[in-house]
């Protein structure tokens, strides 16, 4: 069936309070979504963000952002007073014509203190479902709270910097641990608790109006994260528990030292060894979360860049293998109807694209990259009438610029072969984006997603994330006046028109 979406972060919900979150709001996006003839929502991770603030560094690969839980709900629970919560200092920055942009720094201070009054006038405990959460979210829930809560004792510091006997995990220390940080380890079960009733609650919505959520997992964890500490045997490290290969990609034409994520890698034989159980229960949680799931970097299954801990840059790195169908066989033993898009992008190879055709999976293809010079052939994948529909087409991603943002920025004879493959008729940057628009629903693709931005015509300022910068990225909120009804139904026709209704 040909369907389409938007991509739309949560924390670019509209609402109260500084941040999007599972509000209301939420819930008028997602009869939004149901207007405009969308059967779609693709998020970005829904992970506990730190330094940074990107959902693709998260502190756990399982746990939940608190910044995403819904004040107004604590409210209606007793747990917080509505003079508390407006008292709080939660103001976003306001950008007229874009929306606001999030202030991390006072949802960290603000939001974290309401959470804690929260939890102090809670009985969760005494609650049958609290307890059969934590039951059944054991394997992993103990291990990030005590983790947050020894980081929190720490200052925030990195894991990298705990005493010896806390970062290795010495048995009688970590009980020790259990025991000192007994409350503080309570409050993150509690956030947890609370974050799991909230999307539940959301998802429920989304499927009674017919709304699949598309989630979005990174390939890789973070160094700094729970999941490293505790399973430090599903990574390349040496004996002493420290890094020795780092995740990266190699120099390109884009960048000539290539890109330093520093990310672990994974030792892809200890997790053959016990059939990928770690990976089963991560995809495991996120089929509770999600109805599909985007595997960012999929090319890293079938080999990943390599660089030594301690490079400055990704020149000297090399390509290794990695667990190729292996994997994803040991996935759909254990869940036959697992949803899964491939996030392809880059350079691809041969291998790569065998492992996608071996999957069965949809790959991803992205109008903007069709159109750049730098990329003579690559480009060509891009293009639609190279597509078959098994594939999800997009204007841009999370990464990318907004197409209005692109259109300032890329060389005049990009721009002209832009208008001549598109037929755009005017110099009205709104011409080019809707055409563009028009072209992804009208291709052979099954599912078509664009990035609420594209719809509104937003440029640069309204962009994500941009790779290998700090600072901005990850903080544009929607203005609410914009999601109208005017907007709606000029999707819905499109979407009609091209049948993906």
């Known amino acids: 069936m040909r369907r389409s979406g938007i991509l739309f972060p949560i924390f670019s919900l509209p609402g109260k309070y500084g941040i999007g979150c599972f509000s209301e709001n939420a819930r008028r996006f997602i009869d939004f979504l149901e207007e405009a003839g969308q059967s779609c929502w693709q998020i970005l991770p829904i992970g506990p963000t730190g330094y940074g603030d990107s959902p693709y560094q998260a502190f756990s690969t399982f ?28 103001a976003d920055e306001t950008v007229p014509g874009i929306g606001s942009r999030i202030d991390y720094g006072k949802q960290y201070l603000s939001r974290t203190d309401l959470l804690r009054r929260a939890f102090s006038r809670s009985r969760h405990y005494e609650e049958s479902s609290y307890r059969e959460f934590c039951t059944q979210n054991e394997y992993w829930l103990t291990d990030y709270a005590m983790f947050m809560a020894i980081k929190n004792a720490h200052g925030g510091a990195s894991l990298h910097t705990w005493e010896e006997p806390i970062r290795r995990r010495d048995p009688e220390t970590i009980e020790q641990c259990k025991e000192k940080y007994a409350e503080e380890i309570g409050f993150y079960r509690f956030i947890q608790y609370e974050f799991m009733l909230q999307w539940k609650q959301l998802r429920e919505y989304a499927r009674s109006k017919g709304i699949r959520i598309i989630g979005d997992i990174p390939i890789y964890v973070s ?186 920025s890329i060389l005049p004879e990009e721009k002209q072969e832009v208008r001549a493959y598109f037929d755009v008729m005017s110099d009205d940057p709104k011409e080019y984006v809707r055409k563009m628009i028009k072209a992804a629903h009208a291709c052979v693709a099954d599912l078509c997603i664009i990035p609420l931005q594209d719809y509104l015509a937003l440029d640069n300022r309204a962009r994500i994330n941009h790779p290998s910068t700090f600072g901005n990225n990850w903080t544009w909120r929607v203005d609410p006046a914009m999601l109208s009804g005017e907007l709606a139904r000029e999707i819905r026709e499109m979407t009609r028109l091209y049948g993906r209704q």
Request: aromatic share 14%; charged share 30%; proline share 4%.
């Open 63 to 90: 746990a939940g952002n608190p910044y995403f839980i819904d004040l107004e709900a604590l409210i209606g629970k007793g747990l917080l007073t509505r003079e508390e919560c407006d008292a709080a200092d939660l």
């Open 223 to 408: 160094d700094d994260s729970a999941d490293f500490w505790a399973h430090p045997d599903l990574f390349q490290v040496d004996e002493r528990g420290n890094i020795r290969k780092i995740a990266g990609v190699p120099p390109d034409g884009f960048s000539a030292d290539g890109q330093l994520w520093g990310n672990p890698l994974y030792e892809w034989e200890n997790h053959a060894k016990d059939g990928y159980d770690w990976w089963i229960r991560r995809i495991g949680k996120c089929r509770e979360l999600y109805d599909v799931i985007r595997l960012d970097h999929f090319r890293g299954f079938d080999e990943c860049f390599t660089i030594d801990a301690g490079e400055t840059t990704a020149a000297n790195g090399t390509w290794q293998k990695g667990p190729g169908m292996k994997l994803f066989s040991a996935l759909h033993e254990q869940f036959p109807d697992l949803k899964i898009i491939a996030e392809d992008l880059g350079y691809v190879t041969d291998t790569v694209r065998a492992l996608v055709r071996d999957t069965g999976y949809p790959n991803m293809k992205v109008l903007e990259f069709a159109f750049d010079s730098r990329d003579s052939t690559g480009r060509l994948e891009y293009l639609p009438y190279s597509y078959n529909r098994n594939c999800v087409v997009y204007t841009g991603t999370h990464d990318n610029e907004t197409l209005a943002g692109w259109l300032k």
